[in-house]
């Protein structure tokens, strides 16, 4: 018996419905998809509710599930995991926020929710807030990309059950209310941090050249998705793994750091749909070398699927398709490889849905059912049946050896 | 509707993965099946994870999840059903072990674990430990087969918590530790145990005529795998059924001990690769007329795959063919009949597998799918889907019309 290395590749929202334009076919279905179809033929296959049937996961949620952490248990807000993906350590204990640069007027109506998309200059601004006392709290804010930013206070007594600050339209500025009793230190902290961002970015010379040329000032900051972590188990402990992620989306990012996993930076691994594939695939064989675990993230489906494109899901399909075929030109039978999504983004919806997400395992001398290929559809009648992401590090494990046992 | 009676047939770690030599099919496929892809024929098909997903049973903990019993809740190591196996009666509160008379020097280094694997004298040795008493603490003390033996200790505030004598290896003998600080009674006992049967076994006849002809003496007991029972709950009362094992192999044996299960001797069951498939047959539609559920262990195809012998595992498929063709012969369409695995012990792996085992479920006037053979694949396509060890038995007595109606 030899412990066999484990690849995960999560493709983004690509799992997908029928599409009428395709008579009826997903995406997955109508695209030229060799390497994909050779995991199929080649390992057992199945469906997956990431999170349960029914729920709509998230792509933090589902990612936690995936990697084998109850989401339930373990994910408290979005904030913590933007923390995450822009740097910042977030304890337990601390509250974190995302947060937009925006713009309000004299009368404090917000104009313009992402301060004219704001490319430049956050970096000034954010450090002119990062460090701010609110009397014992210390606020850590860091700039992420475009208008986003992360606030994230720490202190005694903190509670992350507080409202937005951020009304998420155009207009009247929201004051954060405690949601229990127990948060109302934590929402005077972050009313009072909105009060003193507008005083300190009306004054900053990045806002006043923006004023200059014309630019809408980013002259608030909009806190909103509250979170905290409760302490997570890093998977090297967890699993007895080292483990490393090639992904270019933050938020993903966030998670894999939050769970312990090395991330290193990839070139060309943008978390868009100009994602490098190649590159992907080489930053993924060099991982695999040194690490038990690697997991790798595809970003484009999901973005395809939120703009209903399903022509470009289908270029996406085949993208990734070759970035597969790339990865197992080198990989010997003795990895166990996992090919799945995070949740499903169908074309037709524009936004992520409750649909299960097709799964494929395959090598490490595993079993094989008869699926030819890998859709949301062929795969449903394999030997994997229907499972839950919680579900697929534990079998993941087992097939690569890794699995303790229970009882003599 | 009439009540209809119940056959469980489990092939100890039958269930494989892809073999090699059979050009990648399982020796369940690989083998001449009649009966096994008969009774898939007539009933339905489905995968089990008997514990969970990824988790890789126990013959133990398998066994306790066949018969309903969540073995997260009820199971406390193994010593408690070696106990139950020789005969020995465990209450709640009493702590067991698993044992093996060994050889020390005179140093009280162990030199032989096994005691030259004695075969003879055994009950004469453990008699002479039998009743031993250790303050207010009374020992059960029982041979078993060949060197090993079970030890129960019987008394006020004792806890299983503690560390094995045993070092699982030849050398200094080891002190039992209390794991917690409430065990320290126990580890206590448990070494004034150890050192007595020292000095009893050392003055013994039997031992001082092995020494005579040259064999080691069986002068020390090694115990671990302290465990403890919640009391649990006997199918006669769980079920409303009358259940009899048909089962060579101790551990099982214990097991259906504990849960309530008559145990009749079977001639020719050893538990072994020797056992008797026609006589397992025969004592299965005897006990049948008698009994509303009958259980039926084969042991060798977990021998087969801890020996990584595909062609004896292709073998002990066909015996066990032949024992269930001698059933299905005599049994009529009012038995519910199911047949999987306890777990898989693939022939490339030499130890159990987290792998899901096949099951079908067939009689009573049940459902039929399109199933036509009983292998780890063809089973995944069929109408039981994936489910887990602890709803093969309500699903069963469901079939048997035997479930209770939830509501109006």
Chains 1, 2 share one sequence.
Do not use: W
């Amino acid at each position: 018996m030899t412990l066999k290395k484990m690849l995960l590749i999560v493709c983004d929202g690509l799992s997908d419905r029928p599409v009428k334009e395709f008579d009826g076919r997903t995406p997955l279905q109508a695209a030229r998809k060799p390497a994909m179809d050779a995991l199929a033929r080649n390992g057992i296959n199945g469906t997956m509710d990431v999170i349960a049937p029914g729920v709509v996961p998230g792509s933090d949620t589902a990612h936690l599930a995936l990697f084998g952490y109850d989401p339930y248990k373990t994910y408290a807000g979005r904030g913590p995991i933007e923390a995450a993906g822009v740097g910042i350590r977030v304890s337990p204990g601390d509250v974190a926020f995302r947060c937009n640069f925006a713009t309000v007027d004299k009368s404090l109506r917000i104009i313009d929710r992402r301060a004219g998309r704001i490319r430049s200059g956050t970096r000034e601004l954010a450090k002119a807030l990062d460090g701010m006392k609110l009397g014992d709290i210390t606020v850590v804010f860091r700039e992420g990309s475009e208008h986003r930013a992360v606030l994230v206070l720490k202190g005694q007594g903190l509670d992350h059950r507080v409202s937005d600050v951020d009304p998420h339209t155009e207009g009247k500025l929201h004051k954060s209310k405690p949601l229990v009793p127990d948060a109302k230190r934590t929402a005077d902290a972050v009313n009072a941090f909105v009060s003193r961002s507008i005083e300190i970015l009306n004054a900053h010379p990045v806002n006043k050249e923006r004023v200059k040329s014309g630019l809408p000032p980013a002259n608030v900051v909009l806190p909103r998705g509250a979170g905290s972590i409760s302490s997570l188990e890093p998977m090297t402990e967890k699993y007895g793994l080292s483990c490393a992620a090639v992904v270019g989306v933050t938020l993903v990012k966030g998670i894999c750091r939050l769970v312990g996993m090395e991330v290193p930076d990839v070139h060309g691994a943008t978390g868009g749909l100009d994602t490098d594939y190649r590159s992907k695939a080489l930053a993924t064989l060099e991982q695999l070398k040194t690490h038990d675990f690697v997991f790798v993230n595809v970003k484009a489906g999901d973005v395809a699927g939120h703009d209903g494109d399903y022509r470009l899901k289908v270029s996406v399909v085949e993208g990734i398709d070759m970035m597969l075929g790339t990865i197992l030109r080198e990989v010997r039978d003795d990895v166990v490889i996992a090919l799945t999504c995070d949740h499903s983004t169908p074309v037709s919806v524009k936004e992520h849905s409750a649909d299960p997400v097709p799964l494929t395992i395959s090598g490490g001398g595993g079993r094989v059912d008869g699926v030819r290929e890998f859709d949301e559809i062929s795969v449903a009648s394999g030997a994997l049946g229907r499972i839950r992401g919680t579900d697929l590090m534990p079998i993941m494990l087992g097939m690569a050896d890794r699995a303790k046992k229970f009882g003599a």
